[in-house]
Structures are given as C-alpha cells and as structure tokens.
Nanobody, 121 residues
Framework: QVQLMESGGGLVQAGGSLRLACAAS????????MGWYRQAPGKQRELVAT???????NYADSVKGRFTISRDNGQNTVYLQMNNLKPDDTAVYYC???????????????WGQGTQVTVSS
C-alpha cells in the first residue's frame, strides 16, 4: 500500500512563500486524485487543493490565486506552491491520495503524516 511523506513546511513571515512536497512510495499515476488538506488547532481538517490524474485542479476559495498544486509523475511527487502566505494559513498540511471508480466513488484513500506550516504576522 502506498506511503506518503510530506516535507517543506516551516516558519515563514506573512507574504512569504513555501513549497510543500508529497513523495509517494508508488507511482502517483495510479491514483485518481491527489491533494492537500490542512488542519489548524481547534478546527476540522479542510481541503486545500486537489489534482486529478488528467491534470485538472480544484482549490479552496481561501487559497485561490495564491496556491498552486502540481505533480511530477517521474518523481512520484505532488507539490503545493504557497505564495503570499497569511497567518490564517497556519496549520498542519496533509497529503492525500485517492483511487476512485468511474462514477467518482472513493474506494481507497491514504494520508501522510503531515508537515507543519506556521505563518507569522
């Protein structure tokens, strides 16, 4: 079964940038959707961005125009480029990988351990 490992988190000032990476132990082309979620203290985990095997992407309204999700199939890695970071972006960011049926039913999902992103004001 696939293992996911996030990296790239850290401390950055507001307005700065970070790039998160999610390295998978299997070919990411075998997954229908990969994405990033985040969870801040005292809050529920929320979707940040997803990328489908065909390349289409979706973003949470709060990050549109600032974050970009991409993938490198050769490196089995999904990235999240985060620009113009805000204190509200502070959270643990988790990588997610899903396999779906042709009707969109998720029958397999895997989570990484998370990487901390802290944005200071």
């Amino acid at each position: 079964q696939v293992q996911l490992m996030e990296s790239g988190g850290g401390l950055v000032q507001a307005g700065g940038s970070l790039r998160l990476a999610c390295a998978a132990s299997l070919s990411i082309s075998s997954f229908t959707t990969m994405g990033w979620y985040r969870q801040a203290p005292g809050k529920q985990r929320e979707l940040v961005a997803t990328i489908r095997s065909g390349g289409s992407t979706n973003y949470a309204d709060s990050v549109k125009g600032r974050f970009t999700i991409s993938r490198d199939n050769g490196q089995n890695t999904v990235y999240l480029q985060m620009n113009n970071l805000k204190p509200d972006d502070t959270a643990v960011y988790y990588c997610n990988a899903n396999r779906e049926t042709g009707l969109g039913y998720v029958w397999s999902t895997t989570w990484g351990q998370g990487t901390q992103v802290t944005v200071s004001s």
